[in-house]
């Protein structure tokens, strides 16, 4: 660890509690286990550096996973790992109120953790449920076709898998997730040869299909954006105290040349929400996507490679 890193030690922001723990893994030496640690079963050097702001995943098993190729809009398990590792202990519990194509289950596994994902379509509820098997070696992993907007219903838990409070509801130590990003799968990518256009072409989905509650279907984006926050705020309710969830979204540009701030109109809207409250983001860069000619030669348009990992932790 060089002189700048250690500079992390003064941050005068540290909680007290925390600053304690911090203090002795510092005059511990790094790489040991602070037997005060709640949250995870990392060193301390290993902490700090899962602290920094920015990371780069882009991995050959991401970019070439076969079984997952379907989806189109996927995370890598390896950036699921990073976050699971840091946030919850093995044998811990997570929840992915949008699973998708089931990465944060296949990392909860590979990684020791149970994990209940939720998907409304049936097409990816069915890949997600078939890249668990084999894989969970004593751990619980299951995908439960639902719509998200009813997960804080006592109906959805009742026949589990995960356990369940007195108020019939489960309580997980960590919801990672990456919900549709508003209706932009379905937006036209103008004249230029995109991944949509190969996508399809390869007889690939490009967006999520019409079932009805597929929130990417909705137009208006302010209704899109409520809808959202209400899932996010109802997942607060199944988070155990002081434990986290992390969000990963974008900010958009859409074809009428306006950036929508999706990922702070989140940050916001999920600050507000009762119990829980923004704990800051990681950015997470992708450095090997194909670079889009959007603007040229006339104007400035972005090509987003990164993500936001907006990290909120329940407080009481
Ligand atoms: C960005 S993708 C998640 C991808 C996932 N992180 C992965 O790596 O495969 C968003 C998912 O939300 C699903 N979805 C859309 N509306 C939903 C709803 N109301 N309830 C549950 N899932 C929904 C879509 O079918 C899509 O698979």
């Known amino acids: 660890m060089g002189n700048e890193d250690l ?17 002795r893994e510092e005059s511990g030496g790094s790489g ?6 709640t949250l995870n079963d990392l060193t301390g050097t290993e902490w700090i550096k899962a602290t920094k702001s920015w990371l780069v995943c882009d991995s050959r098993r991401y970019h070439q996973n076969r079984n997952t190729e379907l989806h189109p809009a996927r995370y890598p398990e390896e950036l699921v790992a990073q976050f699971l590792r840091f946030f919850t202990k093995r044998g811990g519990w997570v929840l992915d109120p949008f699973c998708g194509s089931g990465a944060t289950l296949v990392a909860s596994l590979e990684e020791s953790r149970n994990a209940v994902g939720i998907e409304l379509s049936e097409r990816y509820a069915a890949l997600a449920g078939g890249r668990l098997v084999g894989l969970r070696n004593g751990r619980t992993a299951e995908v439960l076709r639902a719509d998200a907007r009813q997960i804080a219903s006592r109906d959805l838990w ?3 898998p995960a356990p369940l409070g007195d108020d019939g509801l489960p309580r997980f130590d960590f919801i990672m997730t990456s919900p549709p990003y508003w209706n932009m799968l379905r937006k036209s990518r103008g004249g230029v ?15 999520y299909g019409e079932s009805e509650g597929n929130l990417g279907l909705i137009t208006d984006y302010d209704e899109f954006v409520a809808q959202l926050g209400r899932v996010f705020e109802a997942c607060g309710r199944l988070l155990a105290p002081r434990k986290y969830m992390v969000i990963v979204v974008q ?3 859409v074809p009428d040349g306006y950036v929508r701030p999706l990922a702070w109109d989140i940050a916001r809207r999920v600050s507000e ?8 983001e990681r950015i997470w860069c992708q450095d090997s996507k194909k670079l889009g000619i959007w603007g ?3 104007v400035f348009v972005p090509n987003y490679h990164h993500h ?9």
Not at 32 to 37: C, L, P, V
Not at 308 to 316: K, S, T
């Open 7 to 23: 500079r992390l030690f003064d941050n005068e922001d540290i909680r007290p509690e925390d600053r304690a723990d911090t203090e």
């Open 32 to 37: 040991r286990k602070s037997r005060a640690n």
């Open 158 to 160: 009742a026949d589990g």
């Open 193 to 207: 040869r995109s991944t949509h256009k190969e996508r399809a072409e390869h007889g690939l989905d490009t967006d």
């Open 251 to 253: 900010n958009v540009r």
């Open 273 to 280: 929400a009762p119990g829980l409250s923004f704990q800051g």
């Open 296 to 298: 040229y030669p006339t």
């Open 308 to 316: 936001y990992c907006l990290i909120f932790r329940r407080d009481d």
